[in-house]
């Protein structure tokens, strides 16, 4: 079965110390994996696509890799402004279309 | 400005008063979907359509109905809401379901269902 597995559900850091939030899956006919951020009472807003395993891009202070089985959020540095919840979806031909399946994110709190 | 609006944002209601969703996208797309977001679970797609009256079911698809009679309105039909329906609901529309980069999501619509 696919599925889309985030840890941690959440995350306290202090202004200025770095981590990293993983997200892990199994899926037959991977497409990509997607990184998004949702603030409070807002929609996912779209982050990074990754389409094979080595693969890295930044954004920022965010940083994700990819690996067969893996992907991880990096955070260099954070400030308060990235508090929000990091949403990972892997996009899967599944039932003859595309679709994307979510984890059930991170929370992130960035503290002063 | 690109985006995907909903409304009503905020709803109560009660068990088997018809209610209905409104979403419109300003940017042409082609695909547009539907998805539930409960705590723990993720988002969840419930329906989907690839174009102007053609919709499928996703995977979580009970209670709820679609239609697509026009490109840039997808509205979400729950005939007769009951309590396992309360949830966040968000409306998504990208190009195509192979361009997922381009999908934006409104701003969600949360539900109680009494």
């Known amino acids: 079965e696919d599925q889309v597995t985030q840890s941690p559900e959440a995350l306290r850091l202090q202004e200025g110390e770095s981590s990293s939030l993983n997200c892990s899956y199994t899926v037959s006919g991977l497409r990509g994996l997607f990184w998004y951020r949702q603030d409070p009472g807002k929609g996912p807003e779209f982050l990074f696509t990754l389409y094979s395993a080595g693969e890295e891009k930044e954004k920022e202070r965010l940083k994700a890799t990819l690996t067969k089985k893996e992907s991880f959020l990096h955070i260099t540095a954070p400030k308060p402004e990235d508090s929000a919840t990091y949403l990972c979806a892997v996009q899967a031909l599944s039932g003859g279309y595309n679709k994307l399946i979510f984890g059930a994110g991170t929370r992130l709190a960035v503290h002063p | 400005e690109a985006q995907v609006t909903q409304n009503p944002r905020y709803l109560i209601t009660v068990t088997g008063k018809k209610l209905t969703v409104t979403c419109s996208q300003n940017m042409n797309h082609e695909y547009m979907s539907w998805y539930r977001q409960d705590p723990g679970l993720g988002l969840r797609q419930i329906y989907y359509s690839m174009n102007v009256e053609v919709t499928d079911k996703g995977d979580v698809p009970e209670g709820y109905k679609v239609s697509r009679k026009e490109k840039r309105n997808f509205p979400l039909i729950l005939e007769s809401p009951s309590p396992n329906q309360t949830s966040l609901y968000f409306c998504?529309?990208?190009?195509?379901?192979?361009?997922?980069?381009?999908?934006?999501f409104g701003p969600g619509t949360r539900l109680l269902v009494l």
């Open positions: 998504a529309s990208s190009l195509s379901p192979l361009d997922l980069e381009t999908q934006y």
